[in-house]
């Protein structure tokens, strides 16, 4: 077996003595609580929403997620201060037994590494991916890498399998970087994928036959876009694929959405590339594979901009797709936006002109980003779900300028 066996302490103490509380009744926000809509098309101007509280000043990042028995698991991290330039980052988790209008006294799990992401498989297993910097108190390496965590109980207890070094054949000792694509996908075969890419030596595509208890890491992957084909992927394309987010087509083909430096890539049609200030400045490109995932290569544009990151598709109810994303810079509002598209025999289609649903804008104007993140879940009823972080101006202190809210909404009919 891969892992190594830990179970989380569902409690309220951090590993700095500090007790979290979260709001066990959230209450909406007043004015502004709608989810506004641009550039409608099939959309009223407004979207009626729901705004709940949770967690404590300094919350970051959350992901959320609909268990089979109806439960919403949200998870996230915060920073703590450890003296001197010492610092650790502890995984929090929430439980929401009502559709997301109240949540459960935190859970401090032993999982490790920031911005951890949920996947969920169809048999109820849970995978979280999170990657650790390499000074953070609890690293185990000189570098920065990754983890993957699993549970089979609904987040009460997880397996932890460290992505580093020794876990990757031909990998070297102190490599740049280890980081992995954001979701695991289980694909119309049963097999579960995973991305890998360690900076400077290559990209892997993981997959397992087993539920993701073993892992066959043998997959390396070829990378081929027009111009830059006979370049090694690690000499163009300083991201890899971490942050990804994997999508199976009805026709067996794998898509790959992708967080890239956008000056490694032409320009968006219509468009001169931006200066990359930061990464908040990066895009999304598509990369298709008809081989099962050996050799990949660049698609059409999905229509989103520069600025305009972490990606999570839904399919709704009704048969369409939702696609919500953060806009991190260059085109404000700030924060979590969604459009629809459609799933195509060979793929997707989306409008990011039309009935884009701003979901969160609450980043106050000459901030940096507050970092958003979260995908969206829809509840049987047809309620949407939606959990971000947002910046807030409440402390002097960096990583106390953060809080976290859950939207709750509701779309007309598709027309």
């Known amino acids: 077996m891969d892992y190594d066996r830990i179970v989380n302490?569902?409690?309220?103490?951090?590993?700095?003595?500090?007790?979290?509380?979260?709001?066990?009744?959230?209450?909406?926000?007043?004015?502004?609580?709608?989810?506004?809509?641009q550039g409608r098309r099939t959309l009223p101007q407004r979207l009626a929403a729901e705004r709940v509280a949770v967690g404590n000043l300094g919350d970051y990042k959350p992901c959320i997620?609909?268990?089979?028995?109806?439960?919403?698991?949200?998870?996230?991290?915060?920073?703590?201060?450890?003296?001197?330039?010492?610092?650790?980052?502890?995984?929090?988790?929430?439980?929401?037994?009502?559709?997301?209008?109240?949540?459960?006294?935190?859970?401090?799990?032993?999982a490790l590494g920031r911005?951890?992401?949920?996947?969920?498989?169809?048999?109820?297993?849970?995978?979280v991916t999170s990657h650790m910097l390499h000074n953070d108190a609890k690293s185990e390496a000189d570098y920065g890498y990754s983890y993957l965590h699993r549970s089979t109980d609904g987040g009460r207890s997880w397996q932890r399998l460290a992505v580093t070094a020794d876990?990757?054949?031909?990998?070297?000792?102190?490599?740049?970087w280890i980081l992995t694509s954001r979701n695991l996908l289980k694909l119309a075969d049963g097999s579960?994928?995973?991305?890998?890419?360690?900076?400077?030596?290559?990209?892997?595509?993981?997959?397992?036959?087993?539920?993701?208890?073993?892992?066959?890491?043998?997959?390396?992957?070829?990378?081929?876009?027009?111009?830059?084909?006979?370049?090694?992927?690690?000499?163009?394309?300083?991201?890899?694929?971490?942050?990804?987010?994997?999508?199976?087509?009805r026709n067996g083909d794998l898509l790959w959405i992708l967080r890239v430096e956008s000056d490694k890539f032409?320009?968006?049609?219509?468009?001169?590339?931006?200066?990359?200030?930061?990464?908040?400045?990066?895009?999304l490109v598509v990369f298709r594979s008809t081989d099962g995932g050996t050799v990949w290569r660049l698609q059409e544009e999905i229509g989103s901009h520069y600025g305009e990151m972490?990606?999570?598709?839904?399919?709704?109810?009704?048969?369409?797709?939702?696609?919500?994303?953060?806009?991190r810079a260059v085109r404000p509002p700030l924060g979590v936006h969604a459009v629809f598209g459609r799933e195509t025999p060979d793929g997707f289609e989306f409008d990011f002109e039309h009935d884009r649903?701003?979901?969160d804008d609450k980043t106050p104007q000459g901030l940096t980003s507050g970092g958003g993140f979260g995908p969206t879940v829809q509840l049987d009823d047809g309620t949407l779900i939606n959990a971000h972080s947002y910046r807030v101006v409440e402390s002097d202190e960096p990583h106390l300028q953060t809080r976290i809210e859950v939207v709750r909404w509701k779309l007309p009919p598709a027309p």
């Open 167 to 176: 876990a990757l054949p031909g990998c070297p000792a102190k490599p740049k």
């Open 310 to 327: 972490y990606p999570a598709v839904l399919r709704l109810n009704d048969g369409r797709l939702l696609l919500t994303f953060t806009v």
């Open 115 to 127: 911005e951890p992401y949920l996947s969920l498989m169809d048999d109820g297993t849970l995978f």
């Open 357 to 359: 649903m701003v979901i």
């Open 65 to 110: 997620a609909k268990l089979p028995c109806g439960e919403l698991i949200m998870i996230a991290f915060r920073r703590e201060l450890l003296g001197g330039d010492r610092f650790h980052e502890p995984v929090i988790l929430y439980r929401s037994q009502d559709g997301g209008r109240s949540w459960s006294t935190v859970e401090v799990l032993d």
């Open 192 to 249: 579960i994928v995973f991305g890998v890419d360690v900076r400077g030596t290559g990209q892997y595509l993981w997959r397992s036959r087993d539920g993701g208890v073993t892992w066959d890491k043998s997959i390396r992957c070829t990378f081929m876009a027009k111009g830059i084909a006979d370049k090694p992927a690690e000499a163009w394309w300083p991201s890899g694929v971490a942050e990804s987010i994997f999508f199976q087509a």
């Open 9 to 37: 302490r569902a409690g309220m103490v951090s590993a700095a003595g500090i007790l979290f509380m979260t709001t066990l009744n959230g209450t909406a926000h007043g004015a502004g609580t709608d989810v506004t809509v």
């Open 266 to 283: 032409a320009p968006i049609p219509d468009t001169t590339v931006v200066e990359m200030i930061s990464d908040q400045y990066e895009r």
